[in-house]
């Protein structure tokens, strides 16, 4: 299987069962989804390789910051998103139209678009998430065509939280929130994976109460659960991203925690 490491700054990893693991942050879309579009909704936080019952998974630890689900439906429940594991990549196994019909990619698109100009001068600068709306709200409100239940401002700020801090990371080799960047860099990239015993305390309550949070029937379980992180060290906001493998169908489910 072919991790691609260009561009991106590689650190091992000790796991729990004294494994080696190799952590590439903020990998690519085109790494992560046989449909890369899917960015404009599922942020890639970070890939682990993951070695289960002799199989071997590059399992990718998503966020939806940014954006809100509408609508439940198969694999798309809250927070709660199915993919098919397909030669290193996720294919999405629900249905977009969880999240409306906003013209998400539309002002994505754009956002992007400023974000590859500007970016120099937002990283030179400092330009915290507030600024930055601040500066741009006027041509996001002019794009935005969202619904009542999604925030054109939210989507706006989280977008750019997490390319900052993806463009941080890339610059200068350091992984730190953005608002630690603004004040106090700090980095240990031992405390980006989640010990599997805090994945455990994440997911206890989510399986006792699984009936009311999930509104279709998967098969996991919670020893399915393989690794984990806090999405708000790479966004702003977020929660705990877990991932759960399927090893007898090739199936990984994202789990955000909101605890």
Not at 136 to 165: G, H, L, M, V
């Amino acid at each position: 299987m072919n991790l691609i490491k260009e561009d991106k700054k590689i650190f091992t990893k000790k796991s729990d069962t004294n494994t080696i693991e190799d952590i590439i942050f903020f990998p690519s879309a085109v790494q992560v989804f046989d449909d890369p579009s899917l960015e404009c909704y599922f942020k890639p936080l970070l890939s682990v390789k993951k070695y289960i019952l002799g199989k071997e998974y590059v399992v990718h630890l998503l966020s939806t910051d940014g954006v809100f689900s509408e609508k439940i439906f198969l694999n798309s429940e809250r927070y709660f998103w199915g993919f098919k594991y397909i030669n290193g990549k996720y294919h999405f196994l629900g249905n977009i139209n969880s999240f409306g019909n906003s013209n998400f990619t539309e002002l994505y698109s754009a956002l992007k678009k400023d974000f590859s100009l500007n970016k120099e001068t937002y990283f030179k600068n400092k330009v915290n998430y507030k600024e930055y709306y601040n500066q741009n709200k006027n041509f996001i409100k002019n794009i935005a065509r969202f619904t009542k239940e999604q925030d054109p401002q939210y989507f706006s700020e989280a977008f750019y939280c997490y390319e900052f801090t993806k463009y941080y990371f890339e610059k200068t080799g350091k992984f730190c929130n953005i608002n630690e960047i603004f004040e106090n860099p700090s980095y240990d990239e031992n405390e980006v994976l989640l010990s599997i015993e805090d994945v455990g305390y994440c997911i206890e309550e989510f399986f006792l109460n699984l009936k009311y949070n999930l509104e279709n029937k998967y098969n996991i379980s919670p020893d399915m659960a393989v690794c984990g992180a806090e999405s708000f060290k790479f966004t702003c906001w977020g929660a705990t991203s877990i991932a759960f493998v399927n090893v007898e169908d090739d199936n990984i489910y994202i789990l955000e925690c909101h605890n």
